[in-house]
T-cell receptor, first 114, second 111 residues
Framework: DAGITQSPRHKVTETGTPVTLRCHQTENHRYMYWYRQDPGHGLRLIHYSYGVKDTDKGEVSDGYSVSRSKTEDFLLTLESATSSQTSVYFC?????????????FGPGTRLTVT | LAKTTQPISMDSYEGQEVNITCSHNNIATNDYITWYQQFPSQGPRFIIQGYKTKVTNEVASLFIPADRKSSTLSLPRVSLSDTAVYYCLVVDNQAGTALIFGKGTTLSVSS
């Protein structure tokens, strides 16, 4: 299995509080992604990174920001969490972009905003 | 953005062949169509990818017609362990970096 870890694995937070999720990889892959998974919606891309300090928005980026200061770490921040951001968040990595390159997914973070 | 459509669920028995079709429009003309499998409480895992015609690997086949408006994942002789959610993944034609997953098809295999 690809070396991808996510932390925390579970988090409960209150509406309006900031939350940061971390994705760490040991594969030295260039691309990193953050997805959210919700019933009836499948996986939706939030943000992705194509290199250190290089990031771009995905389909559902509103309310989220990201940072990548090192190749191995990709952080997802919810500046002010809302109940609509209750979801399972997956990090993924790939050698390059597009659908042509296999993505390796982390174990997921279950976030509950009360 | 590109839109994808997959059946929500499918049922099968062990030993049967299962075909799951994903319809997709406005996808990038120069990128692959990829399928992933997901078990409960795990992240998705790559199964197979293709550009056109037919691709086969040790676990599945993928059929893509010339117009690339759909793709069909074929699982030969399924077993109970194939019970999972299956997703197609395409790239949007307009926003070339936009990765679009289908909403997933839940396959239930019974004995």
């Amino acid at each position: 299995d690809a070396g991808i870890t996510q932390s925390p694995r579970h988090k409960v937070t209150e509406t309006g509080t900031p939350v940061t999720l971390r994705c760490h990889q040991t594969e030295n892959h260039r691309y990193m992604y953050w997805y959210r998974q919700d019933p009836g919606h499948g996986l939706r891309l939030i943000h992705y990174s194509y290199g250190v300090k290089d990031t771009d928005k995905g389909e559902v980026s509103d309310g989220y920001s990201v940072s990548r200061s090192k190749t191995e770490d990709f952080l997802l921040t919810l500046e002010s969490a809302t109940s609509s951001q209750t979801s399972v968040y997956f990090c993924a990595i790939s050698e390059s972009g597009g659908a042509s390159y296999e993505q390796y997914f982390g174990p997921g973070t279950r976030l509950t905003v009360t | 953005l590109a839109k994808t459509t997959q059946p929500i669920s499918m049922d099968s028995y062990e030993g049967q062949e299962v075909n799951i079709t994903c319809s997709h429009n406005n996808i990038a003309t120069n990128d692959y169509i990829t399928w992933y499998q997901q078990f409960p409480s795990q992240g998705p895992r790559f199964i197979i990818q293709g550009y056109k015609t037919k691709v086969t690997n040790e676990v599945a086949s993928l059929f893509i017609p010339a117009d690339r408006k759909s793709s069909t994942l074929s699982l030969p002789r399924v077993s109970l362990s194939d019970t999972a959610v299956y997703y197609c993944l395409v790239v949007d034609n307009q926003a070339g970096t936009a990765l679009i997953f289908g909403k997933g098809t839940t396959l239930s295999v019974s004995s």
